[in-house]
């Protein structure tokens, strides 16, 4: 089977390394470009890129030589994980050039022509992009349009992947979500060690903003080839804290009618949607891992569960406030950038898309 | 002017040794006893305990022989700390055999005919104790009738701290909080670093509930010698962090009339109570600092504002689901706990009940 | 391939539980019984055990009950991690009931008729075994006479590999080690995370001396059945980091013979020994790893190579004071310690001891 | 007393807030201007500097508008924590301008017109200055000429601090010395989180060099108005480790005549020198404390001794190598940068160079 031929934008950062790391072996996929706005441009990726992963880099990337973020590239999709501030421009040009584009950047998420995509969560709304399919399938895989798809900000698609069996049993009415966020969500250099050794950070900048707006449109529903946000209110309140990696969200959630909380444990723990059912190779067994010890789920052990694809669930209670609470945790790195906008290229591609 | 006499009881734990290092050089206050439950007994306090705070003992208390955490003990009142399975029993048997306690600990906090003090919140509920204290004025300071005042623990004060003046103001209706809490809140040698290192513990034993049931009490109404406590539900959900001194609080909270951020923040810069106007020794200028920078409070860099007795307050805004949040952070061994102890003491003594 | 029945002593401790991890799916010994000498007996290790490592308890090992360290066990050979303190009389039981004991615990380690092994390095030593091979060969694998087999201490086998090339190339006259060690060496709870957040303790009980009797024993000489010790002089300050895996030691080393950095380097880089040239199941393809870049070995980006089992050396280069030095990272609890004793059994069963 | 008014060259960085906070009620000496090589030159320190320190910046600081590094400024004598790349030209500018410099940065150290100074170890190296003092008393405290004077690397401070009474009793022919350094040496943001986190970075830059050149100089031999410095050699191995404020170093060193490890500690002791006789206003009671626990010196507990400018020292033994060996710890951005400048000007006051 021919894989098809992958550039990564922004390859050398934190998010870029994790695509490379996960991409070494893929069936599907085989990394043929790597770009990235900086000073690397030129270099061969082992020197331009500091690898900062445990393991040695693939041999492979090794010498392949860094390109500017423009097309063309050599490929036949482009995964991005380039900063905010040049995704923008840089996307919209690859996808103007026909290059599917899976991007992990903020530019383009609220877009109405491009789907936020959690492939166990909102597969439908690919409608959004139906008539491209069409398009492309017509020229039969040519450079005929090319189209963005993007997943959610790393604590959204945690938070999200919890609430969507609660959405689609109990109906969600209000949310209200406290994060504690891992370092590496902030990429390299990202955090100063002085700021967040023996200390705490309670802000993470338009994180906040991020949640509340894209939980939403991901839980929204699809109206033709558009999609309404979901009506309920959601707070966030996020932090920095001193753990590697691992993102942690404490939630307290008004369901749309009377629950056990056995009742929501059961919903977690049974969730599985298209990615298990289509077998997706990036798709973990278990979406959410339901853990009942009462200290659980923790970072250091529970981040690399479904090999750092599944959320953990745990502490699931009622609340006296908001009716019921949990906690739930998922790897930022993995689900929460270079996995999940995999994931979501394994959906395109098994829908017909790619 | 002569000072009290002050036996410590737990006085080789974290926060005996807290009492000890805020009372060298106390104006109304000397240690003459100190008391631990453990295999200590007998020895010099200065070989009996591993001493963990930056800086020396005290070279007046090493000599000191700790002794059972019994009565009769060589002082006029005692601070305790003991650990909560034989916290009950002692104070009880020091507060029959006449003395005066002032207690961190769990045991009697919601015993009605004891008050759950914060000197700048529910002074007023003193008045629990004012037939002891008409008792005691009889005798001349003699050996009257004990009694016991306690103080909340350590995150519910920083919690009802910054409750308050919002109570007073504007009424509360819900409160739902998020606390992230530094490892010293667990005593030593307490959390091991294995669970917490490149970790956070989604779960504190009993702290939850003591923050739901505590805030209540505190910000109760006071119906003769009897406590009420407030009506509005509150909902807590508790980490532990890798942070040695300082608990963090992420709050929402449910007013009684609309509010803007604004009147908020003035509610908690202006906020000024009883131990101000008495000038109390341990009492902070101001008990609530606000700081409006985006990023703070900070746990490294707010702790130890006031002398560790201030709590710090930032982050205030509207919220999509209670109407209000904000983050609060205090320092868990002083003003959690410690400090809190010594201030009672200060307020019992400026009372008359001492 | 009928696999050996495996019971492991001290199972439910930070090393036991790596024993379990690291024996999943092995090849040649499959788990049959667990013990500890705690008060875990009679339950079964799913319940007695409170698993610390990231990823679940293998389901096969959850329902074992576990049984008091004493003889007869329901397996063919043990390996042993429990505590000093009860390791030495347990295991010259299990030794003295035939069983072959690979033990990770200090108590026999310089026993005159024990070998303290590092397959890499001192293979030979199980000369002092010969008897017994003899013996056990001739009763067809029953239960014949048993002997006891050590790993060195964690922080040993890291140095001692390292040391080992350039003690047969060059020959070695001092060493002079100073390690900065992870708080998995001292078990769970272990460190309490008050001593170690923020912070370094310059103090490892009997480490120093263990680091210094036992490097000399390992590169000692055999002169019939008996090791002799090496004769050069070590010397070792030893230091606990806020480090979860991986010891690090930077070392100082005066050789026999004039050499440049590169020599070393290629003495390093090219070793190779007895393991890797009967493929144990457990070794790594390179013993050591040669990193060139200035900042390495890192223990959170070094301390998996080779599956935990190769140690990192880098930063080599020449020493104003005793001639060259270096820096040395392993996995202490795995080449340092399970995996270090599941070698060992591996090349017992190479040569026929088992 | 008039106090001389002061200038602050690097006044946003980490040593420069030191600076701040250690001058502020200082007796002698008053910040009347703020200067540094950013783009901070223009604005109030109060907004230009992200003010990182515990507490609050000190008020009578914030309107003072930040400057360029150059002279004139309104002061009577600058200290300097400029940048490496900037400190070099910019000192020498305000020297030639008359102003007397006393600078942290690096780039003056081993000059030989320019004392490399800890007024405990070599006040008789100021002698270098002399024909500058000389002048500047005639023109009665004008401008006479200025000159430069250093304080040594943030280690080399501690390391040299703990050799000094035993190069002055024993004589000293070899050292040894490993450390292990704080994250707040590198400045800010200086090491990124991802670096240090559950790990050690056995690589700081120049630093090994910095030790063994500037330590031989501290130590050397005064000869006319030269320097010699002292013959023997000197082996650094330097690492990065998480920890805020200060250094570690494991050290073992060769002495020229016998001694008992009891004598060292006597010597340790019993030291003091110049600035405590003279009653310097930042000088500590003791230069060197000496602690007996065996897990001591710790950062956290032992940083800020004597106000964070004594070095403690434990760990003191015999070595198999070197003959003795010992422990040291200093706080490394108050004895080892603004602290040690301070002292510095407090010495040269006293000595008539101010």
Sequence with gaps: MTRLRVGILGATGTVGQRFIALLADHPQFVVTAVAASDR????????????????DLPAEIRALVVQAPEPPLDCDLVFSSLPADVAGEAETAFARAGYPVVSNSSSHRMDDAVPLLIPE??????????????????????????????????????????????AARFGVEAVVVTTLQAISGAGYPGVASLDITDNVVPFIANEEE????????????????????????????C???????????????????????????EAFASFSAAPQHLRLHTAPARPIVVRDEPDRPQPRLDRDAGGGMSVTVGRITSDSVLGHRFVVLGHNTIRGAAGAAILNAELLMAQGYL
Tied chains: 1, 2, 3, 4.
């Design 121 to 166: 969560v909102n597969p439908d709304h690919l409608a959004v992009l139906d008539a491209c399919r069409d398009a492309r399938k017509e020229s039969a895989r040519g450079r005929g349009r090319g189209f963005i798809v993007t997943n959610p900000n790393c604590s959204t698609v945690v938070i999200a992947l919890a609430l969507a069996p609660l």
């Design 239 to 265: 932090h920095r804290v001193n753990v590697v990696d691992g993102h942690m969200a404490a939630v307290r959630v008004k369901l749309g009618r009377r629950a056990e909380s056995a009742e929501l444990r």
């Design 40 to 55: 690397s441009q030129g270099k061969p990726y082992g020197e331009a890129c500091a690898w900062r992963l445990a393991g």
């Design 210 to 237: 991020k949640i509340e707006r894209e939980t939403r449109k991901i839980l929204g529903r699809l109206n033709g080839s558009n999609v309404e946000p979901a009506p309920f209110p959601i707070s966030a309140q």
